[in-house]
């Protein structure tokens, strides 16, 4: 989508840059109920009372309600700015010193032709002093600042950051306060989140939601009856902090009993009123397949277990051909 080159000092890497994502978005064309024809968009003057031709639109900025100063191609291109075919590198940094916040998007860098030696170069110097590279880059016509960091231990990857000014600030939110915390509360809060804590690997994850939405159309497709899912449980109001605490040690995973700590909490806390003791660690509460805290389909191996991707009968859809995306309205559930 993007060629270039990373200017590095003195030294010039041409790179190509590839999206790293895509959006999985189940989408809906709108359409116009009587006859299901998909609604179209038109680009309509009011005033004129007409339909506005592509060559009659330009840019225009509303300085106050209402009235407008007017932009053009040309005008937008004379402004000076980074060039537009460079990742300038202007630092390096620890990946630890930036605030996810202002991560926007990720990207692949390739090595252009030539610059394979040089591209690997920078890769194992990144790798070698732990450090990113914070660079400037103009991509179509949006300046961002970017962070460039190793992906995979093979591939370089370039993160899209916001300017400091496009962060808003927290100053506003009243809500946020600090109570008194007492020694308990703490201890028995980080024990549960010893007994949570586990390696982070993304494929236990899916889009449950989307899956839902696509089971949905793949019954509507062959003719099917649609169940309806059943609400989740309410969870209720938690009346005392320490007692939610308790029983969420208590019903976690079997690490919690295990976790620096938990086992004198919950010992020294007590009983929870109206929570009935559960059997000793070991004693049948986790077969096989089953991980406590998350749910059956997305265990690897547990049974019933998901499978990503649209259920049969789903792509394509019988009498949704796809059309130009000016011709239809879309929205996303």
């Not at 993007?2 to 809906?28: C, H, M, N, Q």
């Not at 649609?226 to 609400?231: G, H, K, L």
């Not at 009935?276 to 389909?297: M, S």
């Amino acid at each position: 989508m993007w060629k270039g080159s990373i200017s590095f000092g003195l030294v010039t890497i041409p790179v190509k840059l590839y999206a790293s994502t895509e959006s999985k978005d189940v989408r809906f064309n709108l359409l116009h109920e009587p006859c299901r024809t998909p609604v179209q968009y038109r680009k309509w003057c009011p005033v004129c009372d007409r339909e506005v031709a592509q060559e009659e639109i330009t840019r225009g900025y509303e300085f106050e309600r209402g009235r407008y100063v007017t932009v053009d191609e040309d005008e937008l291109e004379a402004i000076p700015q980074a060039a537009k075919r460079t990742l300038e590198i202007v630092g390096f940094v620890n990946l630890s010193e930036i605030d996810p916040v202002f991560f926007d998007k990720t990207y692949y860098l390739e090595p252009g032709e030539g610059g394979a030696k040089a591209y690997a170069l920078l890769r194992r110097a990144m790798e070698e002093t732990g450090r990113i590279a914070l660079a400037r880059v103009v991509i179509r016509t949006k300046e961002s600042l970017a962070a460039l960091r190793v992906f995979d231990g093979k591939v370089l990857a370039m993160e899209t950051m916001h300017f400091p000014d496009e962060v808003r600030s927290v100053a506003g939110l009243t809500g946020v306060v600090e109570p008194e915390l007492r020694p308990q509360e703490i201890e028995m809060a980080t024990s549960l989140i010893e007994s949570l804590s586990m390696p982070f690997d993304p494929t236990q994850f899916e889009n449950q939601y989307r899956q839902a939405v696509l089971e949905l159309i793949g019954a509507k497709v062959a003719g099917e009856e649609v169940a309806q899912v059943a609400p989740a449980p309410e969870r209720g109001r938690v009346v005392d902090l320490m007692e939610a605490l308790r029983a969420s040690l208590r019903a976690g995973s079997p690490e919690g009993a295990d976790a620096p700590g938990a086992a004198a909490a919950v010992a020294a806390a007590g009983p929870v009123p109206g929570v009935a003791a559960l059997p000793a660690p070991g004693a049948g509460l986790t077969p096989p397949g089953v991980v406590p805290g998350v749910p059956a389909g997305l265990v690897p191996g547990a049974p019933g277990m998901a499978v990503p991707g649209p259920p049969p009968g789903v792509a394509p859809l019988p009498g949704l051909a796809p059309v130009r995306p000016a011709e239809r309205a879309e929205e996303r559930p």
